[in-house]
Each structure stands twice: as C-alpha cells, then as structure tokens.
C-alpha cells in the first residue's frame, strides 16, 4: 500500500485526501478522493467521508493524503482532524484504521505515532 500512495500522491503539486473503504473483514471496497486542496492544505468534511462509508456499508476506513512540500510529518491540523474523525466513526459504527501522511519519499502512519 506505502508503495502505491508514493507512486500516486508524492509528487502532487497540490494536497489530496484519499479514503480506502473495507468491510469488516477488511476486504476492500472502494477507493475513493474525497477532497482536493492547495499546496497547504485540504479541506476534508466528516460528510464526505463517512456519507461514502455508510453508502457502501463498509466497517472500516484508510485515509490517507498527502503533503506537496514532501515532509511527511503530520502538521497540528492533521492530528487534531484525525482525532475528530476518529471519535465521529466510532460513533457511526466505523473504525478509521488509519490515516497515512504522504511525503515525497516516506509515508507517516497516525496509528503508529498514537493518534488513533
């Protein structure tokens, strides 16, 4: 999967979020963009995400998007965003697996650093 997000999101002149939808087994369903942004930042609304999710009946959500400036070090906005995902899915029966940061060359994991 890291190998794949380098070779489609890591050199975007601009910010994109993806989300990967699974059923509970993990199968994937979908793969989705569910925003498009600037060269610093993008705006994701819980709709879009989770609007997407219930659609497909899926159980659980990869995001993941990616920096232009190539430093794959999640900003503030990112945790704080990424936790508040987090609290909405559990809400709705969802599980945010993860949300990768994309970097020019190195992918972040939230799940790693304890953000999820």
């Known amino acids: 999967m890291f190998s794949y ?3 489609t999101m890591g050199q975007l002149p601009e910010e994109r979020m993806l989300a990967v939808f699974a059923d509970a087994d993990g199968f994937v369903i979908a793969e989705k963009i ?4 600037e060269a610093a ?3 994701v609304t819980p709709r879009k995400v989770f609007t997407r999710a219930l659609n497909l009946d899926a159980r659980k ?3 993941a998007h990616n920096h232009p400036s ?3 070090e999640p900003s503030i ?5 990424t936790r ?4 909405q899915a559990a809400g709705l029966g969802l599980v945010i697996e993860d949300h990768l940061v994309i970097g020019a060359s190195t992918v972040t994991s939230m799940r790693d650093r304890g953000v999820l």
């Open 5 to 7: 997000l380098l070779m």
């Open 34 to 37: 569910i925003a498009e942004g």
């Open 41 to 43: 930042h993008v705006l």
């Open 61 to 63: 959500i990869l995001l």
């Open 70 to 72: 190539g430093c794959a």
């Open 77 to 81: 906005v990112d945790i704080e965003q």
């Open 84 to 87: 508040m995902l987090g609290r």
